[in-house]
């Protein structure tokens, strides 16, 4: 089955940009998404890009996807300490509910 | 307020001892799913519906059931609970199954 990685944490300066990065294995997977977990609470849909596109910008955030490294990444620009969070990558490949999940990057945001 | 919704959101049993956790969604979609999340390994997949009566296993469908008799409820029963089912579940649901939209969490201790 599909496999997604991700490394657990990152901490950054408010201020500076993150990189969260992650890695699947299965070459068909059609869209790939990033959500947000903040304590507590339930995980909300960020952003997502379909398996066809290399970029895409919402507003601070920029998701690149390189296919042939089946490697995605999240860009924060000018992190805020409300940034700080769990990050999870999902993929989804086959049928139409079925996702993946990494396993979550913390990201603490330092003042 | 479109949301799901879980109940209960905290829960301590025993080991055997049959219990459900239900979800409910206000939106009419059509895709419902259920996450266990576990420290270190993420979200992963217990079971999804299509639709009413349109069950399928997930990653980790091992000590659960599910049922889908109406469209806006998707409860997750656990016949004989065990500690190694302690968990934090998340119920989500989704119009096409893409976007999908997260239950705030029950927690489960099984001890």
């Known amino acids: 089955g599909e496999d997604v990685e991700q490394s657990l944490f990152l901490s950054v300066r408010e201020g500076d940009s993150s990189v969260i990065n992650c890695t699947y294995t299965?070459?068909?997977?059609?869209?790939l998404y990033w959500y947000k977990q903040e304590p507590g609470a339930g995980l909300q849909l960020l952003t997502y890009?379909?398996?066809?596109?290399d970029m895409k910008q919402d507003q601070r955030l920029t998701v690149l996807l390189n296919k042939k490294d089946k490697h995605l990444s999240l860009r924060i620009a000018d992190t805020q300490t409300g940034d700080s969070a769990i990050y999870f990558c999902?993929?989804?490949?086959?049928?139409?509910?079925?996702?993946?999940f990494g396993t979550g990057t913390r990201l603490q945001v330092t003042l | 307020e479109a949301q799901v919704t879980q109940n209960p959101r905290y829960l301590i049993t025993v080991t055997g001892k049959k219990l459900t956790v239900t979800c409910s969604q206000n939106?009419?979609?059509?895709?419902m799913s259920w996450y266990r999340q576990d420290p270190g390994l993420g979200l992963r997949q217990i079971y999804y519906?299509?639709?009413?009566?349109?069950?399928d296993k997930g990653d980790v469908p091992e000590g659960y059931k599910v049922s889908r008799k109406e469209k806006r409820n998707f409860p997750l029963i656990l016949e004989s609970p065990s500690p190694n089912q302690t968990s934090l579940y998340f119920c989500?649901?989704?119009?096409?199954?893409?976007?999908?939209?997260f239950g705030p969490g029950t927690r489960l201790t099984v001890t």
């Open positions: 519906s299509m639709n009413v009566e349109a069950t």
């Open positions: 299965d070459s068909s997977s059609t869209y």
């Open positions: 890009i379909f398996s066809n596109m």
């Open positions: 939106m009419n979609h059509e895709y």
């Open positions: 999902a993929v989804k490949t086959g049928t139409a509910s079925k996702l993946t």
């Open positions: 989500a649901s989704s119009f096409d199954g893409h976007e999908q939209y």
